[in-house]
């Protein structure tokens, strides 16, 4: 699975590192920054709960 | 006869009724079903309550300003950075703002504010009662902005007055311009005493906001003297009233159903997600203004440019569309986009203190006193607007009985 973050988007709730820290993390302004390029499989539900939890629609998965 | 609230056959919402603050969620649904724009009586201002449109004007500033006429309401001489001020100039702001205010900051302020929580504790669980909001959910925030703020505690009570002062001025009710007079007295004192803060800290600074706010740089330049207390002043209206809100929004929930406090008791460990669902449920903040930029229609009405609206973000946050079985609070819930801090650009910059200070404030409460209820024979009381439960009597076993 791969993971991405629109930085047009994310306005830093912080709702996807508090939740999955595992595959979320943040920049200085508190702003998402994605930790894998490719979510290996033990990741991938973790990766969904922080799509689903973005109020910003920022946060996009799609399958490799 | 009251007048009924909405009204049936208009849609007009009295957002100023007490009892519509005390339990707006069956208002929300009644919206929901009935207007996707209603009115705000009085005022004539549409009101828009479903989660995506909510959320659209939220995420969409240059049609829906944040630039208002009324900004004066609150004794500010000038608009409130970044509050109500549209990007691009507010990102500039919000740049230097939101490293300050990061989830990775305010942990460091986790220890004071537990202190502070069992301080307060301290003060009432051998009564086995106290009035909730003046014992613990207005002093805690207070606490904690002199923290954040490194100002000495001993200015706690001095702060509060001065709070009252913006948000409940003693006059007579409806007294409007009474109002205005007390809310700018009052506004000149708290200009005046951040105004001392920023000179002390040029002539000995240290590792604190103000300092800060005095040595950044934003877009090449300095602060100037007027911009930093400005921040200071809407911290000062946004970080305190806001906490004590949602404390006792969520304290009178929890009283009053005892089997969800149960759970908060028993798993301790469900306490950020419980958190967030109760944010979600009470929203505390339950509108936010906006000023129609250009024509935009909503559903099957146009809003005219120059039309102010309220975003009734309580309402979006019990939307069945957005939330499956949105009226039935759920500390599981797994998707929960809720607005109670707003969002888009605007979104709240303190949401990652307020929601440590929440955690850490709920997790000492129920770990201290984990069975209390409303006082028989008692009703709280809700305020309008920012939804405060001015009046919150507890009681609770006292230890040893
Ligand atoms: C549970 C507590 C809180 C709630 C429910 C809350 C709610 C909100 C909401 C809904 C907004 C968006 C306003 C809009 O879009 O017009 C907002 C903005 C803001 N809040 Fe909070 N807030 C809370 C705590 C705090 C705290 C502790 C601070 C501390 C400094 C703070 C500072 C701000 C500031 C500065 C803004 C303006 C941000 C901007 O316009 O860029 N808030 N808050
Ligand atoms: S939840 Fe969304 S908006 Fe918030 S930090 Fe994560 S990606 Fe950004």
Known sequence: MKVRVDPEKCVGHGRCYELAPEVFGEDERGHCRVLWEIVPPQLEEKARLGEANCPEDAISTSEV | MPRPNPDPNTGALNVQDPAFAARPQPIYAWLHEHFRVATTLGLGAPILSRYEDVVFALRHPKIFSSEMEVHMALGNERPMIPQQIDPPAQTSYRKILDSQFSRQRVLALEPAIRRHANELIDAVIDRGECEFDRAFAIPLPGRAFLSLMGLPQEHLELFLELKNGIIRPPVPPGDLAAAYEFRAKTSKRIYAYFEQVIDDRLASPREDLVTYFTRVEMDGRKLSREEILDICYVFFLGGLDTVTATLGCSIAY????????????????????????????????????????????????????????????????????EFPEAHRVDFNRQRNRHLAFGAGPHRCLGSHLARMELRVALEEWHRRIPDYAIKPGETPRVSPGIREVTYLPLVWPKRGS
């Open chain 2, 254 to 321: 929890l009283a009053a159903n005892p089997a969800q406090r149960q759970r908060l008791v028993e798993d301790p460990a469900i306490m950020p997600l419980a958190v967030e669902e109760l944010l979600r449920w009470e929203t505390p903040v339950m509108l936010v203004p906006r000023l129609v930029r250009e024509d935009v229609t909503i559903g099957d009405v146009t809003l005219k440019a120059g039309t102010l609206v309220n975003l009734l973000l309580g309402a979006a946050d019990v939307d069945e569309r």
